[in-house]
């Protein structure tokens, strides 16, 4: 066996020499006619052996075959040097060795063969070129010629069935729901120094109130340009009317009159499984409709930073929302508002928003009206608290007061809802309103849900015991 590489390309037969290199006539063992027979070579040596009988690679190597073709380009023209009938010198292979007729002195004289020179080549190259030139013109008149039969007389193409194949759209359908819907949803461009924020926007009286999230006009309150831009085109300059971080709903207002307001519907009645449609500016694409179901509801959702945290009791859809939803309505098959689209999910690793995924949370249209009546009323918001410090540190069944005051803050607050209710610090608080909450969140959008004044009941184990104990919620100013 040999230790050549077995893949490599076969050693060619015949070098081809450079343009510049001097050629040397091939060795031909054919004596001239009347010479004396050349004197053989040395016993034992092997430089007699005519180059045309090196032996070739060992059976076991593999010799890649190649068409004829591919040798064509490879083939250049003779040099001057050596004129039409110059032949090629072999090349050495792997096993040529000794066998180099330039080993151990010349060969005799050897008449030179005759091959095609540069002007042959060139004839023969032109001739082919005008071949094929020939035969692809003759083939172009031969489908031009026919072409009167091939071509129809009429190239009219069917038309449409008319009325009797008319898409129907009937009330109710997505299509209509939308046409009713989207006159009323605007886009929100916000510009400040930091750069330009965008969202979505709906239209709550006929008099230019508008609701958004607060996320999306948050730089308003500091002076930012706010511009809204109607579904026909037209553009309004806004004013920020009153927003709330803890809900991530806020109010603007354009100055004009007669705009055409959505409803906001009862989220109370919404059932997992119900047909929405999210409506709004995606990635700045204005009048935007996806459609999908209501997936989850009670979704306990933060939303923002750690300092102005959202605490959302959300409706989950998986109707595609990306960036520039925000703010926009999740309308219902009645045309109504159920939600106003505010966050989507994000898988784990990933530190911004990466668009839609089918988890899209929206805010409950029962909270949107609540909070945005004291906005429109008031400039600020309200929400519900019941007086107590949650142990972000516990682990197990239910959610645990702290045992201690945190940054000179008490654990149960003096007077406060829980206390008069009795509860106390290290008490776990198991349920509210029959609803279980396991993590401090799920008890926080509990209570957000809310109003306050609004009572509620919490299950309570404190020591061994368990106990029920009804709250009634606190009130608390939210806002600018």
């Given at each position: 066996?040999?230790d050549?590489n077995?893949?490599?390309?076969?050693?060619?037969?015949?070098a081809?020499?450079?343009?510049?290199?001097?050629?040397?006539?091939?060795?031909?063992?054919?004596?001239?006619?009347?010479?004396a027979?050349?004197?053989?070579?040395?016993?034992?040596?092997?430089?007699?052996t005519?180059?045309?009988?090196?032996?070739?690679?060992?059976?076991e190597?593999?010799?890649?075959q190649f068409?004829?073709?591919?040798?064509?380009?490879t083939?250049p023209?003779?040099?001057?040097?050596?004129?039409?009938?110059?032949?090629?010198t072999?090349?050495?292979?792997?096993?040529?060795?000794?066998?180099?007729s330039?080993?151990?002195?010349?060969?005799?004289?050897?008449?030179?063969?005759r091959?095609?020179?540069a002007?042959?080549?060139?004839?023969?190259?032109?001739?082919?070129?005008?071949?094929?030139?020939?035969g692809?013109?003759?083939a172009?008149?031969?489908?031009?010629?026919?072409s009167?039969s091939?071509?129809?007389?009429?190239?009219?193409?069917?038309?449409p069935?008319?009325?009797?194949?008319?898409?129907?759209r009937?009330?109710?359908?997505?299509?209509?729901?939308?046409?009713?819907?989207?006159?009323?949803?605007?886009?929100?461009?916000?510009?400040?120094?930091?750069?330009?924020?965008?969202?979505?926007g709906?239209?709550?009286?006929?008099?230019?109130?508008i609701?958004?999230?607060?996320?999306?006009?948050?730089?308003?309150?500091?002076?930012?340009?706010?511009?809204?831009?109607?579904?026909d085109?037209?553009?309004?300059?806004?004013?920020?009317?009153?927003?709330?971080?803890?809900?991530?709903?806020?109010v603007?207002?354009?100055?004009?009159?007669?705009?055409?307001?959505?409803?906001?519907?009862?989220?109370?009645?919404?059932?997992?499984?119900d047909?929405?449609?999210?409506?709004?500016s995606?990635?700045?694409?204005?009048?935007?409709?996806?459609?999908?179901?209501?997936?989850?509801l009670?979704?306990?959702?933060k939303?923002g930073?750690?300092a102005?945290?959202a605490?959302i009791?959300a409706?989950?859809?998986?109707?595609?929302?990306?960036?520039g939803?925000?703010?926009?309505?999740l309308?219902?098959?009645?045309?109504?508002v159920?939600?106003?689209?505010?966050?989507?999910?994000?898988?784990?690793?990933t530190?911004a928003?990466?668009?839609?995924?089918g988890?899209?949370?929206?805010?409950?249209?029962?909270q949107?009206?609540?909070?945005?009546?004291?906005?429109i009323?008031?400039?600020?918001?309200?929400?519900?608290?019941?007086?107590?410090?949650?142990?972000?540190?516990?682990?197990?069944e239910?959610?645990?007061?702290?045992?201690?005051?945190?940054?000179?803050t008490?654990?149960?607050?003096?007077?406060?809802?829980?206390d008069?209710?009795?509860v106390?610090?290290?008490?776990?608080?198991?349920?509210?309103?029959?609803?279980p909450?396991?993590?401090?969140?799920e008890?926080?959008?509990?209570?957000?849900?809310?109003?306050?004044?609004?009572?509620?009941?919490?299950?309570?184990?404190?020591?061994?015991?368990?106990?029920?104990?009804r709250?009634?919620?606190?009130?608390?100013?939210?806002?600018?």
């Open positions: 066996m040999t050549e077995p893949f490599a390309p076969p050693t060619p037969r015949a081809v020499p450079s343009a510049n290199e001097p050629r040397t006539p091939a060795a031909d063992p054919r004596p001239e006619p009347g010479a027979p050349p004197p053989g070579p040395p016993v034992g040596s092997s430089a007699g005519p180059a045309e009988q090196v032996p070739g690679p060992p059976a190597q593999t010799t890649a068409p004829a073709s591919a040798y064509l380009t083939v023209a003779p040099s001057p040097e050596a004129g039409a009938s110059e032949a090629r072999p090349q050495a292979g792997p096993h040529s060795g000794a066998h180099s330039d080993v151990h002195g010349a060969h005799p004289a050897t008449r030179p063969r091959g095609l020179g002007r042959a080549v060139s004839a023969v190259v032109l001739l082919g070129l005008l071949a094929g030139a020939g692809g013109v003759a172009f008149a031969m489908l031009d010629g026919q009167s091939m071509r129809p007389a009429d190239a009219a193409l069917p038309e069935g008319g009325s009797a194949n008319q898409v129907q009937p009330e109710g359908s997505v299509a209509a729901i939308a046409a009713a819907a989207l006159p009323s949803v605007v886009s929100i461009e916000v510009r400040a120094q930091q750069g330009v924020a965008t969202g979505s709906m239209i709550l009286k006929a008099d230019g109130y609701l958004t999230n607060n996320h999306v006009v948050a730089e308003a309150a500091s002076g930012a340009d706010v511009t809204v831009t109607f579904s085109g037209h553009e309004q300059p806004a004013e920020l009317v009153g927003a709330t971080p803890d809900y991530d709903l806020a603007i207002r354009v100055k004009e009159d007669g705009l055409e307001p959505l409803v906001l519907g009862d989220s109370d009645d919404v059932v997992v499984g047909s929405v449609l999210a409506v709004g995606p990635l700045g694409l204005e009048a935007t409709v996806t459609t999908g179901i209501v997936s989850a009670h979704r306990p959702v939303a930073e750690a102005e945290a605490f009791d409706i989950q859809t998986d109707a595609a929302i990306n960036p939803n925000s703010g926009g309505p309308v219902n098959s009645a045309g109504e159920i939600g106003i689209n505010s966050a989507i999910a994000q898988g784990p690793g530190a928003a990466t668009g839609n995924i988890l899209g949370f929206a805010i409950p249209s029962n949107a009206r609540h909070t945005a009546e004291q906005l009323e008031t400039g600020t918001a309200t929400f519900p608290i019941i007086g107590v410090l949650l142990d972000p540190s516990y682990q197990g239910g959610v645990q007061v702290s045992q201690d005051a945190q940054q000179g008490p654990a149960v607050t003096p007077g406060g809802p829980a008069q209710a009795g106390e610090p290290g008490d776990v608080i198991l349920s509210i309103d029959g609803r909450v396991s993590v401090a969140d008890l926080i959008v509990a209570i957000r849900a809310k109003a306050p004044g609004d009572p509620v009941t919490l299950e309570i184990r404190s020591g061994g015991d368990e106990r029920e104990v709250v009634v919620l606190e009130e608390r100013s939210s806002g600018r």
